[in-house]
């Protein structure tokens, strides 16, 4: 099982309209991070929080952590047909190894219908 | 345009085959991380190196390999292939080694088929 746990799996939505997408962790969070990829691309960065409460924004997506649910959420306003692709969160999740790495979920699809 | 560039693009390899996939890092950039991804999954930490040292390790066998050199490049070894290896396989570099403050840029990935 992953040790970040996204949801949807999948979404469809309709061009213009709002969509929030989850990332909960089964472990305490120290840096979440957001990126976004197109089918068999690398990811592109969105977003890093790193406290609890932070919001960021950028352009029509805004995504926030809340460190006590040790889950955070991606919002995008007015989707378009740009937003689509897979979006991924990632964290560096200390316990779940000694080393430095980052967990990633399984992804969010998103598809916007014109 | 992340300033990671990873080759070659595709690369189709048989069973048992050995397999060397490169990675040029931002410039400055000294933490260098490798990860496969299977197709519909999330990328799967192999490795990472700092200033040509290895640095953390996922749960992958020894058969994967890695160097960093200090003009910024670096390099995934994979040895005796085998059909489970099929995947995309991304690098990531950032600046310092802690990767819960750090961002990780990462490149266009690898697809490496096996036969």
């Known amino acids: 099982s992953q040790e970040l746990e996204q949801s949807p799996q999948s979404l469809i939505v309709q061009e213009g309209k709002n969509l929030t997408i989850n990332c909960t962790s089964s472990?305490?969070?120290?840096?979440l991070y957001w990126y976004k990829q197109k089918y068999g691309e690398g990811l592109i960065f969105l977003m890093m929080?790193?406290?609890?409460?932070e919001e960021k924004s950028h352009e029509k997506i805004t995504a926030k952590l809340d460190e006590k649910k040790q889950q955070s959420s991606l919002h995008i306003t007015a989707s378009q047909p740009s937003h689509a692709g897979t979006y991924l969160c990632g964290a560096d999740i200390k316990g779940f190894g000694d080393n430095n790495d980052m967990r990633f979920g399984a992804g969010t699809r998103l598809t916007v219908k014109p | 345009e992340t300033g990671v560039t990873q080759s070659p693009t595709h690369l189709i390899k048989t069973r048992g085959q050995q397999v060397t996939l490169r990675c040029s890092s931002q410039s400055g950039h000294n933490t260098v991380s490798w990860y496969q991804q299977a197709l519909g999954q999330g990328p799967q930490f192999i490795f990472q190196y700092y200033r040509e040292e290895e640095n953390g390790r996922g749960n992958f066998p020894p058969r994967f390999s890695g160097l960093q050199f200090p003009n910024y490049s670096s390099e995934l070894n994979v040895n005796a292939l085998e059909l489970d290896d099929s995947a995309l396989y991304l690098c990531a570099s950032s600046f310092g080694w802690g990767t819960g403050t750090d961002t990780q840029y990462f490149g266009p990935g690898t697809r490496l088929t096996v036969l």
């Open positions: 929080l790193q406290k609890g409460g």
């Open positions: 472990k305490t969070l120290y840096g």
